[in-house]
């Protein structure tokens, strides 16, 4: 049993990830300051015996150095995310994204733990190559466009944690999330595949963006988190780079066109312009698609679950959510 720390564990991905720790035998404590998560996607854990909860920020330097004394493993998934909070305030995108980060990796030097850190495929940025590995160019937009500020953010954290492995050997590795989806997610910060679903299962016409051709790939959150605790249980992925997510790539009018099927709903779609959704100097990223054999060679297995699975499983759950 390793004990563990989990910020952001109230999240999304958080809360999956401090399910199957648990499940695994792990002690684990959450440290969530419940901006963006939820206490309610903890409520199958609440009561376990191993499980800790300590609402407060990444931000706050007294309660990170609290949190993190007596743990052996740091997984770090908290952050600024999704592309409408990022666009809509790049200050807190920055300032969440980079000094807590070095913070953690100094306790992380000084107390011994292993550290996982999450990051993005928005690293790549505009990179026009039409798979990305993990040692393919950043390519990012001009400084004036708020959009970029999350990539280069956490660009800059996997540098930061590079740099302490190599300077201090610090046990470190990092993965580039890419679109990880399933239950609990909400569509609140831009995430497409929850927005999509709860206007299916409702009736309501579905939003797409601009064309409608940009090319994205989905990973099911418990394939994901299974890869994130496998890597830090590998000494070989220490020192390293990896992408984790789907990739079957899909088109978001496709997408569309499959939640409304697979919800059998009667709903339609419209489209709208990027300047209308966010600003009018957004900018976003054409193709999304990663190369995950260096994952699979590794672990020997990757996120491979099927869209069509993936999306029943989420209307399945929200289905249950609306019968309760």
């Known amino acids: 049993m390793a004990r563990c720390l989990v910020t952001g564990g109230a999240g999304f991905i958080g809360s999956h990830l401090t399910e199957e720790l648990l499940k695994r035998g792990h002690d684990v404590t959450v440290l969530d ?20 909860f300590c609402q407060g920020s990444i931000t706050d330097p ?12 740091i997984y770090h998934l908290a952050a600024a995310v999704g592309v409408k909070l990022v666009a809509e305030d790049p200050v807190r995108t920055i300032e969440t994204n980079i000094y807590p980060t ?36 950043l390519h990012f937009g001009p ?11 956490k660009a800059i954290d996997e540098f930061l944690a590079l740099a302490y492995y190599q300077k201090y050997g610090l046990k470190v590795s990092i993965g580039r999330f890419f679109n990880v989806v399933g239950p609990r997610q909400v569509g609140n910060y831009g995430m497409v595949v929850p927005r999509f679903i709860d206007k299916a299962l409702a009736g309501e016409s579905l939003t797409v963006y ?32 990896f992408n984790i997510g789907g990739d079957e790539p899909v088109s978001m009018n496709q997408l569309a066109q499959k939640a409304i099927e697979r919800t059998n709903s009667a709903s339609t779609i419209n489209y709208m312009s990027y300047s209308d959704a966010y600003s009018k100097d957004f900018e976003d990223i054409r193709r999304r698609i990663p190369d ?26 929200k289905r249950e959510q609306l019968e309760r």
């Not at 300051?33 to 015996?49: C, E, I, R």
């Not at 400084?143 to 953010?153: F, I, K, V």
């Open 62 to 73: 007294i309660k990170l150095s609290q949190v993190v004394t007596g743990v052996e493993v």
């Open 210 to 241: 601009d064309d409608g051709e940009q090319i994205r790939c989905f990973g099911h959150v418990q394939q994901v988190v299974k890869s994130v605790i496998e890597l830090m249980e590998t000494p070989e992925a220490e020192g390293k780079v």
């Open 143 to 153: 400084t004036s466009r708020p959009r970029w500020a999350y990539g280069c953010s």
């Open 33 to 52: 300051d419940l901006s963006t998560g939820d206490n309610q996607n903890l409520n199958a854990v609440l009561n376990h015996p191993n499980f800790h």
């Open 292 to 317: 995950t054999s260096r994952l699979e060679n590794i672990l020997g297995f990757k996120p491979d679950m099927p869209l069509d699975d993936i999306l029943d499983d989420i209307i399945k759950h």
């Open 102 to 137: 070095e913070l953690l990796l100094r306790h992380a030097i000084n107390g011994g733990q292993k550290f996982f850190l999450a990051s993005t495929s928005e690293v790549y940025g505009k990179n026009p190559k039409e798979r990305w590995t993990e040692e393919d160019d």
